[in-house]
């Protein structure tokens, strides 16, 4: 399940090369062969939502210089301390990510370096931006940040510009040099370019850019939850909801993001657990539904949604358990909300005792950080569960099925199904 979520063919499950679709289509076919019920005869939810892309190829080189053979936009000169030393252009996921509000832009622009210090006094830092920038890339660097005021700037800038973002220098675009490239989404578009660079990458030494980046902005990118149940045999009527979002953040010019962490193996965990109850579906006292959501990554939209257009009463969901980054496990895994419900958490507990399963069990409190949260706000009881440990990789190009171990997987699966039981048998 996770090879084929996190392939090539479906691009990131995102917004360009219909990664997003496909995925939408893989799993109806699979709640159809496993023999999962459709909601009024459909599997899919649809809704719309507006999303910034990147369709075509990003390409951009530091401190550029012609030569004869052909070469002019890839080759470049780095102005070190002891001598130049000859590079080809930054390779777009590896030394650098374009963030996802920033608009179509091609040209070559000078690199001016902030002076950190000047970040954290108003006087130095009114006197900074009352220059012209306007065709300038600022360069700046995050490491270490600390003081108010300095993150207040860094906030404004590295915001998006639909949740408050300011370009406090109106400069054409900001580099920032940091220790690794995370990538988001966004559903507006600035006036400005943003890049985060790796801090040990050549941006360091930048003194000009050469860009080429060309967006696209869907006002109305269609998209939908596919969601499916199986039958309880005493309160049909009551229901227990396992959740997972299947869409990542796609393709970006000419890389992907495989999102086989986030969230194939949620995804692989959700697909698990349906064709499970499929094969012991007369053994359940509730009915059971399966909630894969769509726009997890641009804002928790997919679960937003079916909030505000539930297909049954919510107040009918006994609880929820939504999956997101099953993959590793070495250290156990957290439970948001679990310091809010206690009964249930401290079943979790005992469950894991008695069968020696995961490292541990970490309870957290209420976050806004997947699609529980919009049930939690409308009192349905619910969990956030995902694994620690092992690998780092997230919301990069390096999230990929072939590195993901699935380390505690077959445990979080019993787990949760033990855990299930108990519902069904009011242990809490």
Known sequence: MVDTLASPYMAGRGYVDDGNKKAAVYLVNEFKNLGILAFDNNYKQKFEYSVNTYPHAI?????TIKISHGADFG??????????????????????????????????????RVDRSILSDSVKLKAFASRDYSKTFILMDDSGVTDKKEKAVWEELETPP???????????????????????TSQSV??????????????????????????????????????????????????????????????????YFPGANDNASGVAMLLSLAK???????SLKYSVAFMAFTGEEIGVLGSKYYTEHPLFPLSKIRFLINMDIMGTGDEGITVVNGAIYDAPFQDLLKINEKFHL??????????????????????????????????????DIYDRRETLPLTNFND?????????????????
């Open 59 to 63: 390409r951009i080189s530091i401190d």
């Open 75 to 112: 080759a470049i000169v780095i102005s070190g301390d002891r001598e130049n030393r000859y590079r080809r252009r930054q390779e777009n996921g590896i030394d650098y990510i374009v963030m996802p509000s920033t608009p179509s832009i091609k040209g070559e622009y000078p690199v001016v």
């Open 162 to 184: 639909n949740q408050g973002g300011v370009n406090k220098f109106k400069a054409k675009g900001i580099i920032v040099l940091c220790n690794k490239l995370t990538e988001e």
């Open 190 to 255: 600035g006036d400005y370019a943003v890049l985060n660079a790796l801090r040990t990458s050549y941006f360091r030494y930048a003194n000009s850019i050469e860009i080429e980046v060309k967006n696209k902005f869907i006002s109305n990118f269609k998209t939908e939850n596919v969601i499916g149940y199986l039958k309880g045999t005493q309160q049909p009527d009551t229901f227990i909801v396992f959740s997972a979002h299947y869409d990542h953040l796609g393709r970006m010019g000419n890389i």
């Open 276 to 282: 499970y109850y499929a094969q012991h579906k007369d």
């Open 358 to 395: 995961l490292k541990q069990i970490k309870p957290r409190g209420a976050t806004a950080n997947s699609d529980h949260y919009f049930f939690y706000l409308k009192h349905v009881p619910s969990f956030f569960i995902y694994t620690m440990g092992g690998i780092k990789a997230y919301h």
């Open 412 to 428: 979080v699966f019993q787990l949760l199904i033990h855990f299930t039981d108990d519902i069904c048998r009011h242990q809490f």
